[in-house]
C-alpha cells in the first residue's frame, strides 16, 4: 500500500510534490483554534494500517510544535501503522550545551518529544554543531538530505566565475564540497560572535580574485549578521555585491531588507517557504523517504 501524505498547515505544497515522487496518497488533517486559542485537530483521511508520513517545516516552531505532536498521538490511536515526520527544516538544534548554570538543553529535550512519538525522521541539513550525527541526538532511525549538491548545480548553472566564501572554520567542509561539485575555488572566513546579532569578520587574503562574483553560502540565514558583515567588508575590498546562497531562509525581523542592501541576489532552497527560493529540495526529499519506507 502506497504511503499517505498529510501536510500540516502551510505544508501542502511540498507534500503535493512528495505525493507525485514517492508516489504516495494526498491526505488531508483539519485544525483549527478554539476560542481560547486551543488546537482542534481532525484526520479527514482514514489513517488505519497506513504508513503515514506527517509533512511540517519547524521554522517557527513554538506554535507548530503542538499541534504536530498531537497530530502524531492522533495518528498512532487511530491506527496508522508507521508514523515518519518530513520536517525540511528542524528546529531546536540550536542549544546543544549548556552554556551557563541553569540553561535548558532543549536540543535534547525537543529530539526526546520528537523520537517518542514518530517511527522515523527525514529532515535537511539539520545544524549538528555539537553532534556527531542526528543519531546521536534523536533515538528513531533518521535520513539527512545534503543540499550541498542542489546548491552547486545552481551556482554552477546561475552564476558567471563564482568564487565560494563560507561564514566559518566550521563551514568549511561543507562549503568546499559545493566548491568542488561547482567546479569553483572558495575561501572561509574567521567569525567571532558576541550575540545574537553582533559579529566580526575577517576577510582573508583574496588578492587576485575580485574578477570573481562572490557567493556568500551558509546552512541558515537567521539574523543574517554574518553575511551582512561578509557583504560589506567583500564590497570594500573592490567585490561586486555577492550572491547569498542559504539553504534554510529564516530571515528574523530586517534580516532580509539589511541583507538585500549590500548583497547581489539571495536564493535559497525550498526547505522554508520564502520568495527567495529557488532551489528545489522535494525530490531529495522523496529520496530519502523512500529509503525510510
Request: aromatic share 6%.
Amino acid at each position: 500500500m502506497t504511503p499517505l501524505i498529510i501536510p500540516l498547515p502551510g505544508n501542502e505544497k511540498l507534500a503535493d510534490a512528495l505525493a507525485r515522487l514517492l508516489p504516495g496518497e494526498r491526505g488531508a488533517i483539519e485544525t483549527r483554534a478554539f476560542p481560547d486559542g486551543e488546537t482542534y485537530l481532525r484526520f479527514a483521511t482514514d489513517v488505519r494500517g497506513r504508513s503515514v508520513i506527517l509533512v511540517e517545516t519547524l521554522d517557527r516552531p513554538n506554535p507548530k510544535a503542538l499541534p504536530l505532536l498531537f497530530a502524531a498521538d492522533a495518528a498512532r490511536d487511530l491506527g496508522a501503522a508507521r508514523l515518519v515526520l518530513a520536517a525540511p527544516y528542524l528546529a531546536y538544534m540550536r542549544q546543544d550545551r549548556r552554556f551557563h548554570p541553569g540553561e535548558a538543553v532543549t536540543s535534547v529535550t525537543f529530539a526526546g518529544l520528537v523520537s517518542r512519538a514518530f517511527d522515523a525522521l527525514v529532515t535537511v541539513d539539520p545544524h549538528l554543531h555539537r553532534y556527531a550525527s542526528l543519531g546521536a541526538l534523536y533515538s528513531i532511525p533518521g535520513e539527512v538530505v545534503h543540499a550541498a549538491p542542489l546548491l552547486a548545480i545552481w551556482i554552477a548553472a546561475n552564476v558567471s566565475a563564482p568564487l565560494l566564501i563560507g561564514p566559518d572554520s566550521e563551514s568549511e567542509q561543507w562549503v568546499s564540497e559545493v566548491a568542488r561539485r561547482a567546479g569553483a575555488p572558495y575561501r572561509v572566513l574567521q567569525k567571532q560572535r558576541f550575540g545574537d546579532r553582533q559579529v566580526e569578520i575577517i576577510i582573508p587574503d583574496l588578492h587576485g580574485l575580485t574578477d570573481r562574483t562572490p557567493v556568500l553560502v551558509d546552512d541558515i540565514i537567521s539574523s543574517a549578521r554574518t553575511m551582512i558583515e561578509a557583504a560589506r567588508k567583500l564590497r570594500d575590498q573592490g567585490f561586486r555585491p555577492p550572491t547569498c546562497v542559504a539553504v534554510h531562509a529564516l530571515f528574523a525581523a530586517e534580516a532580509e531588507k539589511e541583507l538585500q542592501v549590500v548583497a547581489g541576489r539571495l536564493v535559497s532552497t525550498n526547505t522554508v517557504a520564502h520568495h527567495s527560493n529557488d532551489i528545489d529540495v522535494s525530490g531529495a526529499i522523496a529520496e530519502a523517504l523512500r529509503r525510510l519506507i
